[in-house]
């Protein structure tokens, strides 16, 4: 018997069933904004399900997009904090992921340790989702690819620059281009790497992805330039090791020239404007962050329907 759909990672879901999700998030996103116009109610494919969210660091996109995305779903979703939980005061994860698979239908979880949600879906018996890991942040990636394509088309063939710390989002972006078949080229300071082993799986795929410290190397002739915070969750003790590094990897106007005259500027948010990005860049005519903010909670309806459904 085949066990829970478990949301993860996107080198562990097939590229097709990922375009599914996506094809489903298209779809929710018009039935809701045709419903605002005529009053319809919203698809009610999860009525009667109930997802638990557990986030151990703060979230203001993934926590209330999964949260509306349930109610407009027909279902209910609870956040716990860990501290809340006996989790906190030693009860396992086993055992927390057994208790919850008998109340809940599925569950959402924000950790730093990525090891945490291995461990959680491994004891559940119910659909665990990756609400963001200091290692990866898929939901995110799904609502960035929906955003690309509706503003420029699909995304295959097409150039994805990144700039920035070789972080979470970083790592997401590099098992994107894999499943989604983009080229990706990265500027990161060599001190701040993404994951190897993301970079030895996307290749083994046939990914194209280039790695190198030059920001302006990586930018020239994009389609879409993305970055992020400088100083992710959990990394707070290294903020001015950290702001040293990347100073140089900043996606202000000068580096957003050398991209094509047409291409978008990604950020997952929240946003430092300053640091990793300028005020006239993610204000400005080619952000499409409002988008992809949006887009999370068509995304997280086409993921959750995918595990829940
Ligand atoms: N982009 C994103 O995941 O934002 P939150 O941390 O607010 O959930
Ligand atoms: N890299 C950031 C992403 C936040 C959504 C972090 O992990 O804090």
Redesign the pocket.
């Known amino acids: 018997m085949s066990g829970p759909r478990h949301f993860l990672d996107l080198d562990q879901i097939e590229g097709a069933t990922l375009r599914s999700i996506l094809d489903r998030a298209v779809a929710f996103k018009r039935e809701r904004s045709a419903g605002e116009r005529t009053g319809a109610p919203h698809s009610r494919r999860l009525a009667g399900k109930v997802v638990a969210m557990l986030f151990e660091?703060p979230?203001t996109?993934?926590r209330l997009s999964f949260a509306v995305a349930m109610h407009e779903l027909g279902g209910a979703s609870i956040v716990v904090r860990p501290e809340e939980l006996q989790l906190f005061r030693g009860e396992s994860i086993a055992d927390t992921a057994r208790v919850l698979s008998r109340y809940v239908d599925g569950i959402v979880l924000r950790t730093v340790r990525a090891s945490t949600l291995t461990e959680l879906a491994r004891h559940a018996s119910i659909p665990v989702i990756n609400g963001?890991t200091?290692r990866t942040?898929p939901c995110?990636l799904m609502a960035d690819i929906m955003t690309f394509e509706e503003a420029r088309g699909p995304i295959a063939g097409r150039v994805v620059a990144w700039s920035g710390?070789g972080?979470?989002?970083a790592n997401t972006w590099i098992h994107a281009a894999a499943r989604f078949g983009f080229s990706l080229r990265m500027a990161c300071p060599p001190a701040l790497p993404p994951a190897a082993e993301c970079l030895v799986w996307a290749r083994g795929q046939g990914a194209d992805i280039a790695l190198t410290a030059d920001p302006a190397a990586a930018v020239r002739g994009a389609d879409c330039v993305v970055t992020?915070?400088w100083?992710?969750?959990?990394?707070e003790g290294e903020v001015g090791a950290r702001h040293e590094l990347l100073a140089p990897y900043r996606v202000d106007e000068r580096l957003m020239a050398l991209a094509k005259p047409d291409a978008l500027f990604m950020h997952?948010?929240?946003a430092h404007r300053g640091e990793e990005v300028s005020a006239a860049v993610i204000d400005g005519p080619r952000a499409v962050v409002w988008d992809e903010a949006e887009n999370r909670l068509h995304a997280q309806k086409g993921i959750l329907v995918w595990c829940l459904g």
Request: aromatic letters at 0%.
């Open positions: 660091r979230s996109r993934t963001l200091g942040h995110q710390d972080n979470n989002m992020d915070a100083v992710s969750m959990g990394q997952c948010l929240p």
